[in-house]
């Protein structure tokens, strides 16, 4: 039951980081991409601004409060994806905006679930001292600070688990290169299009149209090579169970450090001492 609970704590706030995101993302997710302007360039059409489809938005927040993973970012995915021809083919640029708004909605979801559970059971006690009483005691000055050192661990961890890491970029761009891709038979088709603004006498610019990449294509290549995502949560907590790992050994090695150093001019201390008297 109490696993039961904290899944579904996490699911609410998973969809409420994707609400977050989604605002805050809202302005590059209505924005054509540069190979979008580029495309309808080519077709001697002006490029408006996205629209997102309210129906879609419904089937992204259901997906995030009860489906798993791959579902997620396929409703993402489905989101970025508001061609008119109805085809869920991104460019390269889209696809990593998809698995980037997918990884900072558990950021977020996990950063709030854990200050909460540090609120709940401080890291120096013991479960049994928090369950025996229904009062919540007040936390000491120490508790406090190491809250507090505990969280900027787990900030920095999760900013750099992926990005450094595992390589996320890197990973990325070689899912999008590996991928064999339908659209364009997987090759980059070079045009010649008018700058916009020249009306007479207009110059040609040449353009280079990558490929797009559907969701199957994606999903075939990123099983393989890129299977973190499958797990993205308990990888953000992996790298920060590591973080907290090496941060007590230094800390332990910095006290032996102290330790060593104050016995070491203690000695020479004494020997002075002594060689003073003589």
Not at 6 to 19: D, E, K, P, S, Y
Not at 140 to 155: D, E, G, I, P, S
Request: proline fraction near 3%.
């Amino acid at each position: 039951k109490a696993t039961a609970q904290c899944a579904t704590f996490v699911r609410i706030q998973l969809t409420m980081a994707l609400v977050d995101v989604l605002l805050k993302s809202w302005k590059e997710l209505t924005t054509p991409t540069n190979a979008d302007v580029d495309r309808a360039a080519v077709r001697r059409e002006e490029s408006l601004p996205k629209q997102l489809h309210v129906d879609k938005i419904n089937i992204l927040l259901r997906a995030y409060a009860s489906e798993n993973s791959e579902k997620r970012i396929k409703a993402l995915w489905d989101v970025v994806a508001t061609s008119k021809d109805g085809d869920d083919l991104l460019d390269e640029e889209e696809m990593h905006r998809v698995v980037q708004y997918f990884l900072k909605t558990w950021e977020e979801a996990l950063k709030t679930t854990c200050d909460q559970a540090l609120d709940a059971q401080p890291l120096d006690e013991t479960l049994e001292s928090t369950t025996t009483t229904s009062v919540v005691p007040q936390k000491t000055r120490r508790q406090v600070r190491h809250k507090k050192k505990t969280m900027r661990t787990l900030q920095r961890s999760f900013k750099t688990h992926f990005e450094e890491d595992l390589e996320c970029p890197h990973r990325l761009r070689c899912i999008y290169a590996w991928a064999y891709k339908e659209h364009q038979s997987n090759r980059v088709d070079s045009v010649l299009v008018e700058n916009q603004g020249q009306v007479i006498g207009g110059r040609q610019r040449h353009v280079e149209l990558p490929p797009k990449i559907s969701f199957a294509e994606f999903l075939d290549v990123q099983k393989d090579h890129f299977h973190h995502l499958d797990r993205a949560g308990q990888e953000f907590m992996t790298g920060f169970h590591e973080d907290l790992w090496i941060r007590q050994g230094v800390g332990r090695q910095n006290r032996e450090l102290r330790r060593d150093a104050a016995l070491f001019f203690l000695a020479v201390g004494m020997l002075d001492v002594v060689i003073l008297y003589l």
